[in-house]
């Protein structure tokens, strides 16, 4: 008991702390984004006969109910979301299926509820991320038995994938597949199961894209644009690419776009808002933006490497590449490196579900932040007695982003009062060992009891 008071007080005492780097990150992406809102759709309002401040209205509406998401998540103790995987994981599955047959049909998918700004497949992406998190961090050196491992992990994934597909939304299923897969490795899976976990992912992905005519439509469109964007027959790539020439290294000015007008780059205030930056702001402006997602994800990665518990870790890890994956995906829309999906510009583009999740999932990394370096908060389940120390990610996840896999660590590492010191272990794929907390530590318990059991013999 006088343990658990002691731990309380120092949690108390450490987690008050927010990462405010990455607080005024997400606040400079918020309000930037808001601008070139109102930029790029005002003619479309205007068009339609209503108010040219319509959608940015209706922007703000979703912004309050994200960052009431945000300031929650980021109240919230995030083993919460540990301890409530699996009913999230079941409602989050139950939300797929139901779409499916009473989604709205718009663009040839069936992505949304009626009215098509809830998305289920959004918030979906960040269930996955905390379900999988908390199985990953519950295996320890499991994990590398395919049968604890990759089968379980494949059957998983094939669920999830198989619904959103359904719909058909591909690019939400490759966010999903490669986040899941980054943690998947990180939490200590052996390289032969990554080469042939991403063999079968490639090979049912070109399945889909060859059978599937909603998926091989873009992908031919890509294709045939890959030469020349800028005559391509697809008219979101032609329009795309023209604005991004347009604008030149200063661009044309706010608000002076051309290529946002009705008849030209189509939802240019969601799926295409960095053409239309590209065209108004210039390649500053495009930099500017590749910029602060840069930032976010070293923060990010920051949180990650500091973080004492491997559930926080691997969680951290999923929201920051999940975030940046998005990105990464709208952006090469623009440039013509992709095929036209609608995948949005995270905290940027207009957007109902996909903004609110991608703020709600920032206010989880937020809280993860609170408690860098120092025990994780209490949240047991039935039968625990309190929360679970975890050594410090930081030799592993911190050694390993930083050093590309090429370099190896050791000597010890001191936790916070009242943790034992441990010793990290080597960071590259060879290590065959868990890439967060907590490997090391099982593997010399295991030797030690073998040695006692040879000893006692």
Not at 43 to 62: G, K, M
Not at 145 to 151: E, H, S, T, V
Not at 402 to 427: D, E, Y
Request: with cysteine; proline share 6%.
């Amino acid at each position: 008991m006088a343990l658990q008071v002691s731990q309380a007080k120092q949690i108390g005492r450490f987690g008050t702390s927010f990462d405010w780097a990455l607080a005024t990150v997400l606040t400079c992406l918020i309000l930037f984004g808001s601008v070139m809102v109102f930029s790029a759709s005002y003619p479309w309002a205007l068009e339609n006969q209503v108010s040219p401040f319509y959608y940015v209205l209706l922007q703000l509406r979703w912004l309050g109910v994200g960052l009431v998401a945000l300031v929650g998540a980021a109240i919230v103790p995030y083993r919460i979301w540990e301890r409530w995987s699996i009913p999230l994981m079941a409602i989050g599955l139950i939300s797929l299926i139901a779409v499916i047959f009473l989604g709205e049909s718009r663009f040839g998918a069936t992505r949304a509820f009626p009215g098509g700004r809830v998305q289920p497949s959004e918030p979906v992406k960040v269930i996955v991320l905390i379900y999988i998190s908390t199985w990953l961090a519950s295996k320890g050196d499991r994990i590398k038995d395919i049968n604890y491992g990759l089968i379980p992990f494949g059957v998983l994934m094939g669920i999830v994938t198989g619904l959103i597909v359904a719909q058909p939304d591909i690019s939400t299923t490759i966010l999903i597949v490669a986040t899941a897969l980054i943690i998947f490795f990180l939490a200590g899976a052996e390289l032969k199961q990554l080469i042939l976990g991403g063999f079968v992912a490639a090979v049912t992905f070109w399945l889909v894209i060859t059978r599937n005519s909603y998926a091989s439509r873009r992908v031919s469109a890509l294709l045939e644009s890959i030469q020349s964007p800028l005559n391509s027959s697809e008219w979101q790539i032609r329009e795309a690419s023209q604005a991004i020439v347009k604008g030149g290294p200063l661009g044309v000015g706010l608000g002076n776009s051309t290529e946002k007008l009705p008849g030209n780059l189509p939802l240019s205030w969601s799926d295409n808002i960095f053409a239309v930056i590209g065209e108004e702001m210039g390649l500053l402006g495009t930099l500017l933006v590749i910029l602060l997602f840069t930032l976010f994800v070293y923060r990010g990665l920051r949180i990650a490497s500091e973080s004492t518990d491997s559930f926080a870790s691997l969680l951290a890890v999923g929201i920051t590449a999940l975030i940046i994956l998005q990105a990464i995906i709208h952006i090469a829309v623009a440039v013509a490196v992709a095929p036209p999906t609608g995948v949005t510009l995270p905290f940027v583009s207009f957007g109902g579900s996909s903004l609110v999740t991608s703020m709600g999932a920032a206010g989880i990394l937020l809280n993860i932040s609170r408690y860098r370096g120092q025990p994780p908060p209490a949240a047991p389940r039935r039968g625990e007695a309190g929360p679970r120390p975890h050594p410090s990610a930081g030799d592993r996840i911190r050694g390993g982003l930083a050093n590309a896999f090429k370099s190896t660590r050791s000597g010890a590492s001191s936790g916070p009062p009242g943790q034992t010191a441990h010793a990290p272990s080597n960071i590259g794929w060879w290590n065959r060992g868990t890439r967060i907390p907590g490997s090391r530590r099982r593997r010399t318990t295991k030797n030690q009891r073998a040695d006692r059991r040879d000893r006692s013999g």
